[in-house]
């Protein structure tokens, strides 16, 4: 496709579900990252993969949540039972290369509402 | 650690002002510095991308400046429009934790009356 495509674009989940998140990068590019965007905030750093190498995973706020890319294109954000606080927009950009200097094109996001 | 600081918070301006937009940054080790445009309930689009070693990019109304020893960057948008009305987000990438991580500002909110 054109751009960074995620799904589903918007999810509820009671308290205590496990849910799913998808990023589809753009075709062909190497890096990709997951950020958490809460309410009236900057997006914050969650994770980045490095074709299917994930090479940071500080930002990831505990041990519920859990990212993937086994085949270095799509990734899929798990969060395993859902709290309120994980109440967001998560939002996943790709980057054609390697080098630090390129541009990030961002995804139009998930809205996790937790109930 | 990096922090990311945007002034101001909120902007109300009428049509056709020109307006400046604030962005410092606490460590100046970075790669880049990137401007970006948040409308609501929508992802990310990248307005200007300014390397470490460069001072400013312009795209059209828009000129980003870049004093990486001060840690500061401007947005300036020339002759305002109501479609500009969107949240801007000022992003850095930083040196120290390999390039990976991005830190963002929480936005300026600007509404641009007709």
């Known amino acids: 496709g054109a751009g960074v495509s995620q799904s589903p674009r918007y999810k509820v989940a009671k308290r205590g579900q496990d849910v799913a998140l998808r990023c589809d990068p753009i075709?062909?590019?190497?890096?990709l990252f997951w950020y958490q965007q809460a309410l009236g905030q900057g997006p914050e750093f969650l994770t980045y993969f490095q074709n299917e190498a994930q090479l940071d995973k500080s930002g990831l706020p505990s041990d519920r949540f859990f990212a993937e890319r086994p085949e270095g294109s799509v990734s899929t954000l798990k969060i395993q039972r859902t709290q309120q606080e994980d109440s967001a927009v998560y939002l996943c950009?790709?980057?054609?290369?390697?080098?630090?200097?390129?541009?990030?094109?961002f995804g139009p996001g998930t809205r996790l509402t937790v109930t | 650690k990096q922090e990311v600081t945007q002034i101001p918070a909120a902007l109300s301006v009428p049509e056709g002002e020109n307006l400046v937009l604030n962005c410092s940054f606490t460590?100046?080790?970075?790669?880049?510095l990137q401007w970006f445009r948040q409308d609501p309930g929508k992802g990310l689009t990248s307005l200007l991308l300014?390397?470490?070693?460069?001072r400013e990019q312009t795209s059209g109304r828009l000129n980003a400046s870049l004093d990486k020893s001060s840690g500061r960057s401007t947005l300036y948008i020339a002759a305002s429009q109501p479609g500009d009305s969107a949240t801007y987000l000022c992003a850095v990438r930083g040196v120290g934790t390999g390039g990976f991580k991005t830190i963002f500002g929480a936005g300026t909110r600007l509404f641009v009356k007709a």
């Open positions: 460590d100046s080790a970075i790669y880049n």
């Open positions: 950009a790709s980057s054609p290369s390697l080098e630090t200097g390129r541009e990030q094109y």
């Open positions: 300014i390397q470490s070693s460069q």
């Open positions: 075709s062909g590019h190497v890096s």
